[in-house]
């Protein structure tokens, strides 16, 4: 039995990296060799010589980012079947659901969401389920009224038969009819339950075309109304409990977008259950693994320090997602080397969605204090966590870390209590938002509050079991992938320039230097634009003004940049090949980074820019999450299969400049070539070749230019850029007179 109690209850492997490593530190010594190059040549070639080094210069040292953040790849496997040996009783969960928008994110694909969290393998008694509804959509909340009802015979079902998918849009679609194999008993009863489900469908579908009819909801206006919180389950046998709440929003009071959500619902479920650990998945994120929460649990149980585990993030991953990843918006590259290399560091960021923590982390807690109530007053609690008596006095129990006790009445008695915890004034002048809860300030809550979490010192773990533990929807189209990557580099650059930025955490706080790299990888995003954007332009700004930022064919340091550019195109194509992706989806990520970076991350740029010297906010535009591309008939539609989409937006200027000034000086340094003989041309080969690369990069456009309907670009927006790129080309002319 000693021995059974000492296996451990996950194991965390080193994955071995040498032949990458070693060709990022070769292409690391061939920049470095470049620079070199650009540095002695400079006097000869003046101006693109002077802005290839500087552009240069910041690529070298976001690859010492990325070469930082890849180094240590680490693996953690979690043992389910030892937990029960370990651990006599397994802890409380309270799971958090955001929604935000009932018509961008379509309700029936929340409940699915809600219901795979009711139906996963853990004691139903020890979990809670919390939906907060920021849009007070009434056919948010009819549409959980429904499900509850369903869930009652959808979670005993996927109990009874060990069902492997328990979000039933996706069971049923994986599974049209089960098959005659089956027991009798099954297969009937997969036939009620699967009409439950299709009437659940239908109702809402139903309710969607007309206004629901509710008690609750009589005259909400969305920006405007009290706190509407309504226990739907609760202490039912077999049953997680089930919350719906949509806090109080005023006007006049800023309520924070998704961190502001997510605080209300950290207050109001510490009222009603205070359970220890906390899952938060958005909306679209259904479980696909039922046993991830038991997974979590021997993370949390397995660490010797707990320290070492403040949160145990799961990858996102995405389901239905269009083939070859044309939007570069599945993000499994990024997730499987960055994320498992940062889980080599300090640990991965937290991401928002798909993570469990310690409540307690949540509260503030630092690692090294086991506990610190004992030393706190009602008057330190009060400032903490504001005026609400129980609220204190359960965070009091979360801080003193003594055990468990009972809660007084059931979650029916704490709805009023909870009402105020979740008004828009609560929070004054306490520490939520700050010192304690999901941090305010960013776009990007999650790294916000993450960062603030490991400059404690705390660490966290990167879980990535076999079977993806969730899976959630991706923007289905170009306009949504802008504005999705427009936000998260916008919030990330609000963190760069804030007093949180991870460098002062890192001379002040515990946050490890490596650490603190990582964290500039990412937050650095929106500014790695103006580079790009330099060097994409530079190409033509040479051959236009006949000049050269490139060695010509003949001279030997033309080496440099060809075997830079074979060897790290050759090292991100093996990274997608080794992981069984396709050719084709590396070039499009490859094509599709190059797009997000001069487009979104560059408006990222102006709207931080605006914001610092104090002309506008910024805000958090929900991501459309359905997957139809589109309403045209179904031929049509394979046809356009991830076909980029436009809209007027201003976002697709830049990439439309790019393209037509290279095209331009492909066509001036083509004219030029047929003038003059080779010897006396002043043409650059490479120049050349990097234009044509640039115009293949932005190839989207040049389908744009041409295109019909939303997957043809604007003439608007064509016009606009037609007039900066003349505006550019005139600036080439005026730059060589003068
Ligand atoms: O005022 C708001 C705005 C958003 N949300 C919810 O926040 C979640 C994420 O929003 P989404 O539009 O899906 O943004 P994504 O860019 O897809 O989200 C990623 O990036 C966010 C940070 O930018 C993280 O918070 C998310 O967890 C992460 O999945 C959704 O459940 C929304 O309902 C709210 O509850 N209130
Ligand atoms: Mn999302």
């Known amino acids: 039995m000693a021995i059974k109690s000492t296996l451990p209850l996950y194991e965390r492997v080193h994955l071995k990296n040498s032949i990458p490593r070693a060709v990022e530190l070769l292409i690391l010594s061939l920049l470095i060799s470049l620079l070199a190059y650009h540095l002695i040549s400079l006097k000869q070639h003046g101006i693109p010589t002077l802005l290839a080094f500087l552009c240069e210069s910041c690529f070298a040292f976001c690859w010492i980012l990325v070469i930082n953040c890849k180094w240590n790849q680490v693996k953690y496997i979690p043992y389910t079947d030892r937990l029960s040996k370990v651990v006599s009783e397994l802890p409380a969960v309270d799971i958090f659901v955001t929604t935000a928008d009932a018509e961008l994110e379509p309700p029936i694909l929340t409940m699915n969401t809600v219901l795979s969290l009711l139906a996963v393998d853990y004691p139903p008694q020890k979990l809670s389920c919390y939906l907060s509804d920021d849009g007070a959509s009434p056919l948010t909340y009819y549409s959980l009224v429904e499900t509850s009802k369903f869930a009652r015979i959808w979670v005993p079902f996927c109990k009874k038969y060990e069902i492997s998918i328990r979000a039933p849009f996706r069971y049923f679609s994986s599974c049209s009819k089960p098959s005659e194999d089956n027991p009798f008993e099954f297969r009937q ?17 139903a309710a969607s075309q007309t206004n629901v ?102 990858p996102q991953q995405f389901y239905d997602g269009l083939n070859d990843d044309p939007f570069g918006n599945q993000m499994v590259v990024l997730f499987k080397y960055m994320a498992q290399g940062l889980a080599g560091i300090q640990g991965p960021f937290y991401g928002g969605t798909n993570c469990f923590h310690r409540r307690k982390v949540i509260y503030g807690l630092l690692p090294f204090h086991k506990a610190t109530a004992g030393k706190l007053t009602d008057e330190d609690l009060e400032k903490r966590f504001g005026k609400s008596n129980k609220l204190k006095e359960s965070a009091e129990q979360i801080l003193s870390a003594s055990p468990h006790s009972q809660r007084q009445g059931g979650l029916s008695s704490s709805v009023e209590a909870a009402k105020l915890v979740a008004g828009c004034a609560y929070e004054h002048d306490t520490c939520w938002g700050t010192e304690v809860g999901w941090k305010y300030g960013s776009a990007t809550e999650d790294i916000l509050t993450g960062l603030g979490i490991q400059e404690k010192g ?159 906010q910024t805000a958090f535009e929900v991501t459309q999450k359905n997957q139809s591309q589109d309403d045209d008939g179904d031929d049509q539609k394979n046809k356009n299969y991830g076909k980029f989409t436009f809209n007027e937006s201003p976002i697709f200027i830049p990439g439309t400049t790019i393209l037509l000034v290279n095209l331009t000086a492909l066509a001036v340094g083509v004219v030029d070539f047929r003038h003059t003989s080779y010897d006396e041309s002043d043409v650059g080969v490479g120049e050349i070749i990097c234009c044509l690369w640039v115009v293949l990069y932005f190839s989207i456009f040049l389908k744009g230019l041409f295109g019909k309907g939303k997957y043809g670009l604007p003439s608007t927006t064509i016009f606009k850029s037609g007039v900066m790129a003349l505006c550019f080309m005139h600036f080439c002319k005026w730059s060589v007179k003068t």
């Open 189 to 205: 009863e997969w036939k009620t339950v699967k009409d439950k489900y299709d009437m659940l469908c239908q109702k809402i579908e």
């Open 213 to 314: 009819p509710s008690e609750v909801f009589s005259k909400v206006d969305k920006k405007n109304h009290p706190s509407i919180l309504k226990v739907m389950i609760e202490e039912e046998e077999g049953l997680p409990n089930l919350v719906y709440i949509s806090r109080e929003k005023r006007p006049k009071h800023p309520h924070h977008f998704k961190a502001g959500a997510m605080n209300v619902l950290t207050r109001v479920s510490g009222l009603m259950t205070n359970a220890p650990f906390i899952l938060n998945v958005d909306c679209d994120m259904h479980v696909n693994d039922p046993q991830v929460i038991l997974r979590a649990m021997c993370i949390f149980f397995g660490v010797e320090n707990e320290k070492d585990c403040a949160f145990v993030q799961f």
């Open 458 to 616: 705390w660490r966290s773990i990167y879980c990535t079991p076999d079977s993806p533990a969730f899976l959630g929807c991706a923007p289905s189209c170009g306009p949504s992938t802008m504005i999705q990557t427009k936000r998260w580099a916008t919030g990330l650059l609000e963190i760069l320039f804030s007093s949180r930025s991870p460098i002062i955490s890192t001379i002040n706080g515990n946050l490890q230097f490596r650490q603190c790299l990582a964290y500039m990888w990412v937050l650095i995003w929106g500014l790695r634009s103006i580079p790009e954007l330099v060097y994409s332009l530079l190409p033509a700004y040479c051959i236009i003004t006949h000049s050269h930022f490139l060695p010509k064919v003949n001279e030997p340091a033309i080496l440099i940049p060809v075997t830079i550019c074979v060897t790290y195109n050759l090292y991100t194509l093996s990274e997608y090949l080794r992981i069984g992706l396709s050719t084709r989806a590396w070039w499009n990520n490859q094509r599709m980074a190059r797009t997000n970076c001069t487009s979104s991350w560059l408006f990222a740029c102006f709207s931080i820019f605006l914001k610092l010297i104090g002309l506008s």
